[in-house]
């Protein structure tokens, strides 16, 4: 099944899925149902509903093929192998098909925002009866026409094939999405709202006047409720659900006819975390980062059902009822969750609750952030970001492990397709990038890092042949920006780094530091492919940056790198984001990291810097002498800088100062940056989820796809640790305790892997073997002594 746009598939009235899955137009996907099951002797109903945008959305490309120009945008492709006993069976969409225009939806409204689709306007009583039910007559229905022009004899001579659209589909290798019913909790409360018309929709619902008289409630939601209007006087109602989730909002309920009903949602409620401001129970659009979220649907006679056909976050329902003097009955309201169908496979307990919930809330983010793509928030965008992966795969990957590696080499793959012509990788794709619009150049490294990670995990071999190339291509073009100082400077687009205002003008530290990374993933790349020539200019080539970047950046005075060299002029700002990737990327020295350390984390010098929209940061901040403070994305390389030079501890106070707010919130999520101003469900937060699995159970590979790996913990100020690392081999299991001056730790291997273990800092091994053999003896305990 494929669609250019998206569709909704039903045989006999049941739902069959949706897709197609997101992908350029020059490497389209379709999809791959098993519909046995769904059909049963005699006559059966093929229906399906396909939206066709007509522009670029955030995950929807139009196609700039020559056939576009020939039939435009949209169109559908079905077809079915049925065997038999008697042989094979094909069905496929031809002329002989039926076809009529969704006159229910408006077909004039605005987008929601944000590069998302549109508002759904959709009026019941245009609905054709019963045409999803077998034996529904369509007869009155257009035929379908098939999509392909024929230029004649005299074109076939000359080789020119028929045009068609999308002549080479590709099977996605993804599965159907997980669904379920999700409803409310809790009813806040009830307003009567004064209706005016006058207010296009998507304002509406959040500018209408409400009588200051309110129905509190906070009770516990009881369906079916009955509901009226007055003639003069609307009614609102506000639900509440346990979790922000991704899902298709809906409503079921029964009416006499032409009731509206709007239903809105958001992921927060104004106010709610303003500190001195009342939290207001009603949903507003108090900025341009807020997207109206709703859908208008006007009832038929009788029970219905309607469910929203875009995806969205909900944590908040606003539910206004319109034209119902007669009154209605609302069975239920709710979502239909939708993520990835995967399961968390990893585990982290241990003595610190805080620790434990911002594990299982980084977990669960990922997966509300994961549908047929990478997704940055099921809100705002649901763009696939390139960058937010090199947070998220290893997170991912400690989480979930291999239940999401076909989600993990989608992204990969789809990011290589995205390659420009210059070598450089959209900022997302597949999407409404323009393909020469705007571009985050760093995004291409973080790519070439995801990728060094994923195969690290993996060691996936046939993946790396088929985008190693793009590795290359990609990498060309920063070379060719070098400057006479032998460092990146001023390259052109959009230094975006992360939501931090660091030095970026001149020779960045960030950018280079980032390219240096990239460079020592693309030689750990060319090694595996037998590539020595590569790979030995790929590590020349970072060497040499390495150095220029150790000597140009270095400030002995404040023990720090600073953020950026201007025409041979350092420049004061300094930050945790460069410094962290310095070491990361082991360019800074041995003997300067324990000065580092001491500076950028200095809680008095350590200052959230302001980047509107998304934080407001600390107005005292003062580039001499402050550091400006990771945000929530590459606090991921401050974590691992800190862990990676035994400082784990120092990681932890990191964290739990800034995950803090939302560990006190009950969102259940993590946020786009530490302050709660724009997406409180993003997935490039989650690190905390990669470093506690990392250096707390003391997990590493040591050769690529986990068949040998070494764990050494750093037990910090925790009593005790327990949780499971998956790998491709199974997961392995850390245990490990300490009272007094002594400390038990416990290892189990999966079969396939042998495991190495190396003494914790500060800590002698008494007693246990310190190699633990998964198809041997598959487990090792060991005992180990404080050294004072």
């Known amino acids: 099944m494929f669609a250019d746009g998206r569709y909704k598939l039903f045989i006999n009235g049941q739902y069959i ?229 991704s899902g298709y909002p809906y409503i079921e309920l029964e009416a006499n006819g032409g009731e509206i009903i ?164 959209q900022m997302f794709a597949p999407g409404d990038h323009q393909r020469n619009g705007i571009i985050i150049p760093d995004y291409s490294l973080h790519w070439i890092l995801i990728l060094r990670e994923y195969l690290n995990n993996t060691n996936d071999l046939k993946l790396l042949r088929q985008v190693f190339p793009t590795v290359e291509k990609a990498l060309a073009w920063f070379a060719t920006n070098i400057a006479e100082s032998g460092l990146l400077e001023d390259i052109p687009y959009w230094h975006f780094i992360e939501w931090a205002d660091v030095g970026r003008k001149g020779a960045s530290a960030a950018i280079n530091a980032l390219y240096v990374g990239a460079l020592k993933g693309a030689a750990e790349a060319a090694d595996m492919l037998g590539y020595e020539l590569a790979a030995r200019e790929y590590n020349n080539q970072a060497e040499q940056l390495a150095a220029v970047l150790r000597s140009t950046h270095w400030n002995a005075q404040r023990g720090l790198y600073i953020d950026s060299v201007v025409n041979g002029v350092p420049q004061q700002s300094a930050s945790q984001q460069a410094n962290a990737l310095m070491i990361h990327f082991d360019i800074a020295p041995p003997e300067r990291r324990t000065a580092m350390i001491e500076a950028f984390t200095n809680p008095a010098r350590v200052k959230l810097t302001a980047v509107a929209p998304v934080t407001k940061g600390d107005p005292s901040f003062d580039a001499a002498n402050d550091v400006v403070k990771a945000n929530s994305f590459l606090a991921h390389f401050l974590y691992s800088a800190l862990a990676m030079s035994g400082r784990m501890d120092l990681a932890l106070d990191e964290m739990r100062s800034a995950f803090a707010p939302m560990l006190v919130a009950d969102n259940h999520t993590l946020w786009e940056s530490f302050e709660p ?44 640790v327990a949780g499971t690392y998956p790998t491709i081999h199974g997961n392995i299991e850390v245990k490990w305790e300490r009272q007094g001056e002594t400390l038990s730790l416990n290892v189990v291997a999966p079969p396939g892997t042998i495991g190495y273990i190396e003494d914790p800092l500060g800590w002698k091994h008494i007693c246990g073997d310190l190699v633990v053999n998964g198809d041997d003896a598959a487990s090792s305990s060991l005992e180990y002594v404080w050294l004072t």
Request: glycine share 8%; aromatic share 10%; net charge negative.
């Open 677 to 720: 101003t724009t997406s409180l469900c993003h997935a490039f937060s989650a690190s905390p989820v990669y470093h506690l699995s990392r250096y707390l159970l003391g997990v590493h590979a040591i050769e690529r796809g986990f068949c040998r790996f070494k764990i050494q913990i750093q037990p910090c100020d925790l009593l005790w």
């Open 262 to 425: 709007e239903i809105a949602t958001a992921e927060k409620l104004p106010g709610e975390f303003e500190a001195g401001q009342e939290t207001q129970n009603r949903l507003l659009r108090a900025s341009y980062l807020d997207g109206a979220h709703l859908f208008r649907y006007t009832a038929k006679p009788g029970r219905q059902v309607f469910e929203r056909f875009e995806l969205t976050a909900v944590r908040y329902l606003q539910l206004v009822v319109r034209n119902a003097e007669k009154g209605i009955t609302v069975h239920k309201v709710g979502s239909t969750r939708s993520h990835y169908p995967a399961q968390v496979v990893g585990s982290f307990t241990c003595s610190d609750s805080n620790l434990e919930r911002l594990w299982s809330m980084g977990a669960y983010t990922i997966l509300q952030c994961s549908h047929d793509a990478w997704e940055d928030c099921p809100s705002r965008e649901q763009r696939q970001w390139l960058g937010d992966g090199v947070v998220r795969y290893p997170a991912s990957a400690a989480s979930f492990g291999p239940a999401m590696q076909k989600l993990d080499q989608n992204f990969i793959v789809q990011c290589a397709e995205s390659q420009r012509p210059d070598g450089l990788l």
């Open 17 to 245: 899925g949706r897709g197609p899955t997101r992908a350029s137009p020059d490497f389209p996907r379709c999809d791959e149902y098993d519909i046995g099951p769904y059909l049963r002797v005699g006559t059966n109903t093929v229906a399906m509903l396909a939206l066709s945008y007509g522009v670029d959305t955030a995950w929807y490309e139009r196609s700039v093929n020559y056939w576009q120009c020939v039939f435009g945008d949209g169109g559908i492709h079905f077809s079915a192998h049925l065997t038999f006993d008697e042989g094979v069976e094909c069905i496929q969409s031809d002329a002989s098909w039926r076809c009529l225009p969704a006159l229910a939806w408006r077909r004039d409204t605005p987008r929601i925002g944000w590069g998302l689709g549109f508002i759904e306007d959709y009026d019941a009583n245009e609905e054709p009866v019963g045409w999803l039910d077998s034996g529904f007559d369509d007869s009155s229905w257009d035929l379908a026409q098939n999509l392909i022009l024929d230029g004649g004899e005299d074109d076939r001579a000359k080789g020119f094939e028929p045009i068609r659209p999308f002549p080479i589909l590709s099977k996605t290798q993804l599965p159907a999405m997980s669904r379920g019913s999700v409803e409310p909790t809790l009813l806040l409360c009830s307003h009567h709202v004064v209706p005016d018309v006058s207010l296009p929709i998507e304002q509406r619902m959040y500018e209408e006047a409400y009588e200051l008289s309110a129905q509190q409630m906070d009770q516990p939601v009881k369906f079916p409720l009955n509901v009226s209007t007055s003639i003069n006087r609307d009614l609102s109602m506000l639900f509440k659900f346990e979790k922000i989730h």
